[in-house]
């Protein structure tokens, strides 16, 4: 199961996995590439430079969307607009964060009034349910 707040980051996720499906785990640590091991021009390595930059900065990257993701996310929610999300990413800097809010900790924003304060612990209290 693949878990992502847009199509583009799932598509960014499944590069990701097709490009280390058959990579040790070596690679994904970084040890290889941290030692300085691995030569490009290597006969038996068809890995991209870009996969192995990529795969060196992995386990200091967190896989975070972008602010326009979270834009989109947020302002599904009624009544909520881009200036409140605004507000709402710089107190809390993440959706975890967000969805752990409770309604006082909402209620202290500016522009994030009762109506809105509702609507977004909806969001975040209902269960998930598949759309048909």
């Known amino acids: 199961m693949l878990c992502a707040f847009s199509m583009n980051e799932a598509a960014r996720y499944l590069e990701s996995f097709k490009i280390f499906e ?11 590439y941290d ?14 430079d870009y996969t192995k930059r990529f795969a060196k900065q992995l386990p200091n990257q967190t896989l975070q969307p972008n602010l326009n993701d979270v834009s989109d996310i947020l302002t599904e929610i009624r009544a909520v607009n881009k200036t409140n999300v605004a507000t709402l990413v710089e107190h809390f800097g993440s959706l975890a964060a967000l969805s752990a809010a409770d309604e006082e900790a909402l209620a202290n924003l500016p522009g994030i009034g009762p109506t809105k304060i509702k609507n977004i612990l909806n969001v975040f209290d209902a269960p998930f349910s598949l759309q048909k």
Do not use: Y
């Open 35 to 48: 030692r300085g091991g691995h030569d490009s021009k290597d006969a038996n390595d068809n890995t991209s």
């Open 22 to 32: 058959n990579k040790s785990i070596d690679v994904l640590k970084g040890s290889e």
